[in-house]
């Protein structure tokens, strides 16, 4: 599995990203998708999941302004982040998990939200 993610960029406080990943090769083996994020000097935390079923959890700090969702048909996996705040910058990453167990990590994409 092949995970490319886009869409960071640098916004003010309060203004909305799009962030995309498109996920390519053995997808039917997928069983769930996430995106996680780092800051700098700060470990990788998990920001929002998809689940197989369809189930998303979110972590505490993000709940009400991000929402993930996933279009199976198009395999990509979206996060809309909304109300963004300066310490939502952090470099993003999508990551995948199949049945096996075996991890999967895009490239990263920086977001910025200047105060």
């Known amino acids: 599995v092949q995970l490319q993610a886009s869409g960071g960029g640098l916004v003010q406080a309060g203004g909305s990203l799009r962030l995309s990943c498109a996920a390519s090769?053995?997808?039917?083996?997928?069983?769930?998708m996430d995106w996680y994020r780092q800051a700098p000097g700060k470990e990788r935390e998990l920001v929002a999941r998809f689940g197989q079923l369809g189930t998303t959890s979110y972590a505490e700090s993000v709940k009400g302004r991000f929402t993930i969702s996933r279009d199976i048909a198009k395999s990509t996996l979206v996060l809309q982040m909304n109300n963004l705040m300066p310490e939502d910058t952090a470099v993003y990453y999508c990551?995948?998990?199949?049945?096996?167990?075996?991890?999967?990590w895009g490239q990263g994409t920086q977001v910025t939200v200047s105060s």
């Open positions: 090769g053995i997808i039917s083996n997928i069983n769930t």
């Open positions: 990551h995948a998990k199949n049945r096996l167990g075996y991890d999967f």
